[in-house]
């Protein structure tokens, strides 16, 4: 027997030894449903404001029992939706506060969320759960008529001009998710009624993420050579002092495979000896990776020698060399515009181009993809091959996001171990 079943036949005869014989539960597209009656008299049914889950049938048996005292209190006399609207206005439900746990929500992930995170990724939907849950009339009762609201009706952006977020985006995904956090503190630590809990994911919402999964784009690679010409492109203004910081900052995201945020997060150690490091300090969210030496991979030319400014970044950095100011959280954004301005622009589209012939998109991330490809494909010195424990290491993250994101590059020499066939 499932764990469901279980739980419904649990919630079944708790309401039929303490309330009545005459009162069912049913599953109604998500959400439970009360009938009150028998197969001679007919049946009366009402919506609850519970869905029909495990954590919610407690909350939903006290609910049941309290209106089923005053439906029977009135010898039935009252319309059972009556009996049920009174039950809903002396329940917990009136002194839910959802201003006062907004506020208490932002407080207690203060150190988690970051401001632009919260600005950007939480505080959009959650101002429409605030207007929701402010008005006079038509109230959601439940988290799953909250959350089809908030998420398909709400309107937001500038000027009101968005309505909701699109299905098979990944706004949409992150929208919900947070959405989803809201709401299980708001029950966890506000101790709001269960029925507050977020929703099962729909089937339309599974579709959804399977879409945003399938649809997530391919980075691209950059070449050796291309790089080389986007650096050369920095030379045909020479005197521009901030495209010649740009330009330092293409190199070290080339080199060491950085991602663009990492750029102001650089430190060097052991600066006066004969050998100084680099190190990031930069912590991604929901990372264990707090810091890392970073581990070069020159660019080399055709003929497989160095380019002469893949080498020495590090005594450049530690003599002072000076890299753009770069406002927190903007790094792929910055990058990624001025990449596309006049000084560049010129060869940064000839190379989106040419990603783009080959079904990739070019992005600030296309220089970390060099690493990882590099790191991947071209053999040590020895002639053996880096593991993916050491390259997740120098990149930064672990293992298994190594395998999810750059697994393609394992396989790239693959046709070298089968049969060539005309």
């Known amino acids: 027997m499932s764990a469901t079943e279980s739980w419904v036949k649990e919630f079944r005869y708790a309401i039929k030894s303490k309330i009545g014989s005459g009162w069912q539960v049913s599953n109604d597209r998500g959400n439970m449903r009360l009938l009150v009656g028998n197969k001679k008299e007919g049946f009366s049914s009402i919506n609850l404001p519970f869905a029909w889950q495990?954590?919610?049938?407690?909350?939903?048996?006290?609910?049941?029992?309290?209106?089923?005292?005053?439906?029977?209190?009135?010898?039935?006399k009252i319309p059972l939706k009556t009996a049920f609207k009174l039950t809903k206005q002396t329940s917990t439900e009136i002194q839910l506060d959802w201003e006062r746990a907004l506020v208490n929500y932002r407080k207690a992930n203060s150190f988690a969320i970051g401001e632009a995170t919260w600005k950007k990724k939480h505080l959009p939907v959650l101002e429409g759960v605030m207007e929701y849950m402010n008005r006079t009339k038509h109230k959601p009762e439940n988290?799953?008529?909250?959350?089809?609201?908030?998420?398909?009706?709400?309107?937001?952006?500038?000027?009101?001009?968005?309505?909701?977020?699109?299905?098979?985006?990944?706004?949409?995904?992150?929208?919900?998710?947070?959405?989803?956090k809201f709401l299980n503190y708001c029950v966890r630590e506000e101790d709001f009624p269960s029925y507050w809990l977020p929703p099962e994911l729909s089937m339309e919402e599974r579709l959804s993420n399977n879409q945003v999964k399938t649809n997530k784009r391919i980075g691209y690679p950059l070449t050796d050579f291309q790089i080389n010409r986007l650096v050369e492109a920095f030379d045909f203004n020479p005197d521009n002092e901030q495209a010649q910081k740009w330009k330092f900052a293409v190199q070290l995201c080339a080199v060491f495979g950085l991602r663009p945020e990492e750029l102001r997060h650089l430190v060097i150690r052991n600066k006066h000896s004969k050998k100084p490091e680099l190190w990031c300090t930069y912590q991604k969210q929901n990372s264990r990776v707090r810091e890392r030496q970073l581990l070069g991979l020159k660019v080399l030319d055709l003929d497989g020698t160095p380019f002469d400014w893949s080498e020495g970044l590090i005594g450049r950095l530690a003599a002072g060399e000076k890299l753009p100011e770069i406002p927190k959280g903007k790094g792929g954004q910055n990058l990624g515009q001025y990449l596309r301005r006049r000084s560049v622009s010129g060869c940064w589209e000839v190379l989106c181009h040419e990603a783009q012939s080959e079904g990739l998109e070019l992005t600030p991330y296309s220089f970390r993809h060099r690493y990882a490809y590099v790191a991947h494909t071209r053999p040590q010195d020895d002639g053996t091959m880096r593991s993916l424990t050491q390259i997740a290491e120098a990149m930064g993250h672990d293992p298994d996001t190594n395998l999810k994101s750059y697994a393609r590059f394992q396989n790239k020499n693959l046709t070298k171990v089968f049969d060539r066939v005309g």
């Open 143 to 180: 988290a799953k008529t909250l959350c089809k609201k908030v998420l398909n009706e709400y309107k937001h952006g500038q000027y009101k001009k968005l309505i909701g977020w699109q299905f098979g985006t990944q706004m949409r995904r992150h929208m919900r998710i947070s959405l989803n």
């Open 54 to 76: 495990k954590d919610q049938w407690p909350d939903a048996f006290d609910f049941i029992r309290i209106g089923a005292e005053a439906y029977l209190e009135s010898n039935k």
